[in-house]
């Protein structure tokens, strides 16, 4: 699951601009071949499922799961539920995956 730095580095994205917010911007991104990452909502529909997280799989794009639609929502400044986000920054991209990286190594330890 994406880490609170995670998703720090997702607001900063909402800020400038760097996401692809909800399931057909996301889906929009991932056929334009302009997302280097996939942060899906712990609660998303299977709808989403099938159209992000397929579509993000057969591209190669990594698939990170977050937290509900409702918190992903807060956390992207969004009055409403966001089930899927597409990062088009290649390098917020690898700030997300190494600070998931580091949650991982902090519970193997």
């Known amino acids: 699951m994406i880490s609170s ?4 580095l997702l607001g900063l994205g909402a ?3 760097k996401l692809f917010v909800g399931t057909a911007a996301a889906r929009a991104g991932l056929q334009g071949d302009d997302v280097y ?6 609660d998303a529909s299977p ?4 159209k992000v997280v397929r579509l993000a799989q057969v591209k190669g794009i990594p698939v990170v799961a977050g937290p509900d ?10 009055s409403g539920t966001v089930q899927a ?3 088009s920054d290649r390098h917020m991209a690898a700030g997300i995956s190494s600070s ?3 949650q991982e190594e902090k519970f193997s330890e």
Do not use: C
């Open 37 to 42: 990452l996939v942060v899906v909502a712990a």
């Open 5 to 8: 730095s995670g998703l720090g």
């Open 85 to 87: 986000v597409g990062v």
């Open 69 to 78: 639609a409702a918190e992903l929502g807060r956390r992207l400044g969004r």
């Open 100 to 102: 998931l990286l580091k």
């Open 15 to 17: 800020r400038g601009g």
């Open 47 to 50: 709808r989403t499922e099938q």
